[in-house]
């Protein structure tokens, strides 16, 4: 299938440095985006009131993987022509030229397939549509639709990439509770103060491959004022959260270290100039990015202790 004819403005590479190896094909899967999904559908999991067969578990944490590689692979396919002209992606296995955007979309589309279906006959149909809405969700409204449409992409993007957990909950349950979606609602809120962060420092890029990214629309004095308005949202609800069926007193001291690391930071990058910011090469935005990824990661990891810890009498407020 050729790609020009899917997407006309996809072009690559006729003279790549060599041939695809079984590590570009993984790289179409985005293996680091992908480790997010594996870890927060690990914790929908088991955070679960019903006990999960470690096989089932096992297949159950799979599928979803590839079905997030999947999702991985498509977005490459569409986006081939703005990865080649931005420096954080031009080295993606497309713009090489070492794998063709049709065979991506063939790859993605094949794995879609494969995990939606391997995943309803591991744990249940309710999981394996929700996998097909969540791949749906991320391919089609996000990065066919809104991504280059709107300055709120990156809100839009979140909400794909926060159905994992409830993924992994209902893959347990084969039922919908809140509780999934309070972890949802963590990586949602977490998203936009995460990549803001990242387009402040990251913004020529953006501006090169024409992506609306709140940087480029509105500038960096707003930008700053959105990271605060939704750190301090994300703050007040992981808060919250403690307190619910998947919290407890460890995921409560957790929350309230980080939270107050993650205010402070997103409180300095608004007191921030452009000046001092490239004065330093964007030293406090670049922090911030980095502690983002350690506030979602140990989150999670909370919550994943509090179910462990509760059978035993010691996770949770019982």
Not at 116 to 142: D, H, K, R, S
Not at 246 to 269: C, D, E, T
Request: hydrophobic residues 55%.
């Amino acid at each position: 299938m050729s790609d020009a004819s899917i997407n006309p403005s996809i072009t690559t590479s006729s003279a790549p440095d060599r041939e695809a190896g079984f590590g570009d094909y993984f790289a179409l899967l985005k293996p680091r985006v992908m480790s997010l999904v594996v870890f927060t559908a690990l914790v929908g999991l088991v955070a679960a009131p019903v006990p999960v067969n470690p096989i089932v578990g096992f297949c159950a944490i799979l599928f979803i993987a590839i079905g997030g590689g999947a999702s991985g692979a498509l977005n490459m396919w569409w986006d081939a022509d703005i990865d080649m002209v931005m420096k954080r992606t031009k080295n993606r296995p497309i713009p090489l030229g070492r794998v063709d955007a049709g065979e991506a979309l063939q790859i993605g589309l094949a794995l879609s397939g494969l995990s939606v279906m391997m995943l309803a006959l591991a744990t249940n149909i309710f999981a394996g549509a929700f996998l097909a809405f969540t791949i749906f969700f991320y391919v089609v409204i996000y990065t066919i639709w809104l991504k280059r449409a709107t300055p709120q992409n990156i809100v839009i993007g979140g909400a794909a990439g926060a159905f994992p957990p409830v993924i992994g909950w209902i893959a347990a349950t084969g039922s919908m509770s809140i509780e999934p979606w309070l972890m949802f609602a963590l990586t949602f809120l977490w998203t936009p103060p995460h990549f803001w962060a990242l387009a402040l420092f990251m913004r020529s890029d953006y501006d090169d491959a024409g992506v609306p990214m709140l940087t480029v629309t509105h500038g960096r004095r707003s930008t700053r004022r959105h990271i605060l308005a939704y750190t301090v949202l994300l703050a007040v609800f992981s808060l919250g959260a403690a307190f619910t069926g998947i919290g407890g007193p460890i995921y409560l001291a957790v929350s309230l270290v980080l939270n107050a690391l993650f205010l402070r930071g997103a409180w300095r990058i608004l007191r921030r100039d452009e000046t001092a910011s490239e004065a330093d090469n964007f030293k406090v935005e670049r922090g911030f990015f980095k502690l983002s990824l350690l506030y979602l990661f140990l989150h999670f990891g909370a919550i994943l202790l509090e179910a462990v810890l509760r059978p035993y009498g010691l996770g949770g407020w019982g």
